[in-house]
């Protein structure tokens, strides 16, 4: 006797998968808002938006997403956050322990509870190994990216990209600020560069340079300390949650406009 009732061939495996997976792409053409990046400040703008009601896709360049948060501190999984940040993580069912007047959380958990949230959202589609290799303008304003499977990227080679268009566009790559570079190869921008590892610091300038770089490109998290010359940080993220969710309130205002 069989072990399943309804076995599923390899024909139907490749179907099911090209047909489920090419749909979410085809929806991914035109959204209302791409997130570039899904470490901390990109998973929470994106979600923060989609519970407003926006439809947006979010583009990982990795196999997994999660960015920087899984190897804690030098390998060390754990990850330190803000007491004032304590609402978004029980928001997401993250689980903390307090210490020294600060929350320690399992970067296991505390990645996979974000990735979670987002990718199983309805108004969220969440493409990884997918590269930004360039920015979609149009009358002055950046209206999307462009887009090539990661593994080409890898390998250089020849093979022409596409394009996802949207209302905005977030800029969530993290240290490398990779859509604010392409921009400013095109268009006069001042980019000051990330200073010297400073949490205090740099915790507090993440979430005041979270902004819109131009008209339908904004910028949050680390990418946003590299554009406007702030702080690095170590394993500390409270700043990272409320630069996404600035960023989803500059965001959301924009598009309104
Ligand atoms: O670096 P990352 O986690 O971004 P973040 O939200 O958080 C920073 C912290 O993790 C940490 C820190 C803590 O205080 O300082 O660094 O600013 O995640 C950035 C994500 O962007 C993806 C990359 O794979 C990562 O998951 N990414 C980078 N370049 C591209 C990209 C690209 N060109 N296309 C698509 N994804």
Redesign the pocket.
């Known amino acids: 006797m069989n072990v399943f009732s309804q076995p599923v061939h390899d024909v139907k495996v490749s179907r099911l998968i090209l047909r489920h997976y090419l749909q979410e792409l085809e929806e991914a053409v035109e959204s209302d808002i791409i997130v570039?990046?899904?470490?901390?400040?990109?998973?929470v703008c994106a979600y923060t938006l989609a519970e407003k009601g926006y439809k947006v896709t979010v583009?990982?360049?990795?196999i997994a997403?999660?960015?920087?948060?899984w190897g804690g501190s030098m390998s060390f999984n754990k990850v330190i956050l803000q007491k004032d940040v304590a609402d978004i993580l029980n928001q997401f069912g993250i689980p903390y322990t307090e210490d020294e007047q600060a929350l320690v959380v399992s970067s296991v958990a505390f990645a996979s509870k974000l990735i979670f949230a987002a990718a199983s959202h309805p108004n969220i589609k969440l493409f990884n190994l997918?590269?930004?290799?360039d920015l979609h303008s149009t009358e002055n304003k950046i209206t999307g990216v462009v887009?090539n499977n990661s593994a080409i990227e890898m390998g250089g080679l020849h093979v022409d990209p596409m394009v996802l268009t949207a209302k905005a566009v977030l800029d969530?790559?993290?240290?490398?600020a990779?859509?604010v570079n392409l921009y400013s190869k095109r268009a006069k921008l001042e980019m000051t560069k990330e200073s010297f590892m400073n949490?205090t610091k740099?915790?507090e300038e993440?979430v005041r340079n979270t902004r819109m770089v131009a008209p339908g490109l904004f910028v949050?998290?680390?990418?946003?300390n590299n554009v406007d010359g702030g702080c690095?940080?170590?394993?500390?993220?409270g700043?990272?949650l409320l630069?996404?969710k600035k960023a989803a309130g500059l965001i959301a205002e924009y598009i309104q406009k």
């Open positions: 570039t990046g899904a470490g901390p400040s990109g998973l583009l990982d360049r990795r997403p999660g960015g920087g948060i997918i590269t930004v290799v887009i969530s790559t993290g240290h490398d990779v859509l949490a740099g915790e993440v949050a998290g680390m990418a946003a690095r940080m170590g394993p500390i993220f700043g990272m630069s996404g």
